[in-house]
């Protein structure tokens, strides 16, 4: 089936709902597909083969008409029904866009050496490896001892796109709401604790927040969404540094009498042996 756009039915999703989603997307080029991404462990583990380590699967929050697809592909869950699954095929256009041969560029091998990213000690250039270049993020096609060509285009540019798409419900609580914007923009939700009374928003942040540069990034996102979705007065967060406090050792008690060790008894050196 398709997501109806119109008239909208009281179980259609409308543009600016968070909801929770199951999804699988594919890329496909010259009768092949490639998985783009997918909620569904099952489906990455026969795609992939091997999962990386640390990746998490299940159905994830999503803001509809957000950001997380191409419009052309955000545009297809508006209207879609609650609990019933839809498949949709996309032009590039609907989806990364047409490959654009100006965003091939040429670089001398002198300034891809100056990048951060080729300063560390596990740094290492080949064919496929993800460079950011004045802001840009390109792959690298070719190389030679002086060359290297990036391309900057998005990986699944000028790839018709598949999708498979399941809204399974409605995120209408407004300390749920908070969580699934956090999952949205940084991830992590169950480490946040949040806390509304008289519609003020109150986020408690855990330590993995208080030094990573990714929070400092999202933070704003964060904010600023909270305020189009929620309206609330104002938005707090409570960082908490406790100081360690040592732990208090009792003094040893003295031993009882009965415990004390008993006295060696006298001893007396042996008198020298006179000489004959």
Same mark, same amino acid.
């Given at each position: 089936?398709?997501?109806?756009s119109?008239?909208a039915?009281?179980?259609a999703v409308q543009?600016g709902?968070l909801v929770?989603?199951?999804f @699988?997307?594919?890329a496909?080029?010259?009768g092949?597909?490639e998985?783009?991404?997918t ?6 583990q026969?795609a992939l083969g091997e999962?990386p380590s ?10 509809v008409?957000g ?5 052309g592909?955000?545009q ?6 609650v609990?019933?699954e839809?498949?949709?095929e ?12 100006k965003l091939?560029e040429?670089f001398a091998m ?5 990048l951060?990213?080729?300063r560390?000690?596990?740094a290492?250039l080949?064919?496929g490896t993800?460079?950011t ?5 390109g792959r ?9 060509r990036v ?14 798409f399941k809204?399974l419900?409605?995120?209408?609580e407004?300390a749920?709401k908070?969580?699934a914007i956090?999952?949205?923009?940084y991830?992590h939700? @169950?480490e ?5 009374r008289?519609?003020?928003?109150? *986020?408690?942040?855990?330590d993995?927040?208080k ?7 999202e933070k704003?996102r964060?904010?600023?969404?909270i305020?189009t ?5 104002? *938005?707090?967060?409570?960082e908490e540094y406790?100081?360690?406090i ?7 008690a003295?031993?009882?009498a009965s415990e ?6 006298a001893t007396?050196s042996?008198?020298?042996?006179k000489?004959?």
């Amino acid at each position: 089936m398709t997501p109806h756009s119109t008239p909208a039915s009281p179980e259609a999703v409308q543009d600016g709902e968070l909801v929770r989603i199951e999804f @699988e997307l594919w890329a496909e080029s010259g009768g092949q597909s490639e998985l783009i991404g997918t909620t569904k462990e099952e489906v990455a583990q026969k795609a992939l083969g091997e999962i990386p380590s640390g990746r998490r699967f299940g159905p994830r929050a999503h803001l509809v008409g957000g950001e997380f697809f191409p419009s052309g592909i955000e545009q297809s869950l508006v209207g879609a029904k609650v609990g019933e699954e839809f498949s949709k095929e996309f032009s590039a256009q609907e989806a990364f866009g047409e490959r654009d041969p100006k965003l091939i560029e040429l670089f001398a091998m002198r300034e891809i050496e100056r990048l951060p990213e080729m300063r560390r000690e596990d740094a290492h250039l080949d064919i496929g490896t993800i460079l950011t270049i004045r802001g840009r993020q390109g792959r690298v096609t070719t190389l030679t001892q002086a060359r290297v060509r990036v391309d900057f285009n998005p990986p699944h540019a000028g790839r018709k796109v598949r999708g498979t798409f399941k809204v399974l419900s409605r995120i209408t609580e407004p300390a749920e709401k908070v969580h699934a914007i956090i999952e949205i923009e940084y991830g992590h939700p @169950e480490e946040f604790h949040v806390e509304i009374r008289d519609h003020v928003v109150t *986020v408690k942040v855990p330590d993995r927040t208080k030094f990573d540069p990714a929070w400092f990034t999202e933070k704003p996102r964060v904010v600023d969404r909270i305020r189009t979705i929620l309206h609330p007065p104002s *938005v707090r967060f409570i960082e908490e540094y406790v100081t360690p406090i040592a732990e208090k050792t009792e003094p040893a008690a003295a031993p009882s009498a009965s415990e004390k060790a008993p006295e060696a008894p006298a001893t007396t050196s042996p008198a020298p042996a006179k000489k004959a």
